[in-house]
């Protein structure tokens, strides 16, 4: 079955797998306001349906995504607990079945932090991570700053959160935010055949085990989420973020 949920997500589901790609190229899949409430509905339906046992994101083998659309935060800076990209953010921190990513080329912003937030992710050798929250005038989201030095230890973290300093594949790797790096053109595949597995074994043990590696983290995760956001929402409308997003956009 394929559904296009909107132009730029595209939605499938085979073999227990519900697959989301990224589809707006172009634009490196940056992450509109449209993008994010076709995710959130596609893992709510997921969430619920039990013929769907792991969801898998996906972009292109040049781009997973550039983040969230910069023209966005200029034209809309909303960022309220309601809106599109929280009931994703929501959404990806409680889904109860195996998440897995497939990630090449850029992975910017929430194009990492997301990753966080995922059991599996399978890199490409071309992946670069990149969180430029601080060079943006903004501050970390989707609980990065709870999750990132926790991973790697609180002096790797801040060189990517506070220098905003990106990192390649294999530095991925070495840190644990990603399990395999593999060539950029059999990443999807190699991600997709991992979920296959996974959609074999028994769903409740798949969804017990989930929850019980999850036990305590929940609740922090939210809580964090909430407060990273309540800073993004009043950082997106001050004078340094502003001349950021207007300096990319006007490609200075
Ligand atoms: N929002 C909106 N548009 C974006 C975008 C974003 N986050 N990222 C890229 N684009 C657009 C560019 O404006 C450009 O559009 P155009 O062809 O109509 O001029 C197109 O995508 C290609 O981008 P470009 O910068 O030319 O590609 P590149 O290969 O040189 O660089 C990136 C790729 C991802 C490194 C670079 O686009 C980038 O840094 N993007 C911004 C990332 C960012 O800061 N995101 C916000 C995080 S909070």
New binding site residues.
């Given amino acids: 079955m394929t559904q296009t949920t909107t132009q730029d997500i595209l939605q499938h589901t085979e073999a227990g797998v519900c697959t989301l790609t990224f589809n707006r190229v172009?634009?490196?899949n940056?992450i509109t306001a449209a993008m994010y409430a076709a995710l959130a509905d596609a893992l709510e339906t997921a969430a619920q349906d039990d013929s769907v046992r792991a969801v898998v994101f996906q972009g292109d083998v040049t781009?997973f995504s550039?983040?969230?659309?910069?023209?966005?935060?200029l034209q809309q800076p909303t960022s309220t607990l309601d809106s599109p990209v929280y009931r994703f953010l929501h959404g990806i921190a409680r889904f109860p079945k195996p998440l897995i990513a497939a990630v090449c080329g850029?992975a910017?912003?929430?194009g990492t932090t997301m990753l966080l937030h995922c059991d599996l992710v399978y890199a490409g050798d071309n992946a670069?991570f990149?969180l430029?929250?601080v060079n943006?005038g903004?501050c970390p989201e989707a609980a990065s700053s709870l999750l990132l030095p926790r991973l790697m230890g609180h002096q790797r973290a801040a060189e990517a959160l506070l220098l905003g300093e990106p990192f390649m594949a294999e530095a991925a790797l070495e840190v644990g935010l990603v399990n395999r790096v593999v060539p950029p053109t059999e990443c999807n595949a190699i991600a997709q055949a991992q979920a296959r597995k996974l959609a074999a074994k028994p769903l409740a043990s798949l969804v017990e085990t989930k929850r019980l590696m999850k036990l305590g983290q929940e609740g922090q995760v939210i809580e964090r989420m909430a407060e990273e956001g309540a800073s993004f929402g009043r950082m997106l409308r001050e004078p340094a973020a502003r001349e950021a997003f207007v300096a990319?956009?006007g490609?200075r």
């Fill in positions: 172009g634009k490196k940056s781009v550039a983040g969230n659309d910069i023209g966005d935060f850029p910017v912003g929430i670069m990149s430029p929250f943006l903004l990319f956009m490609k």
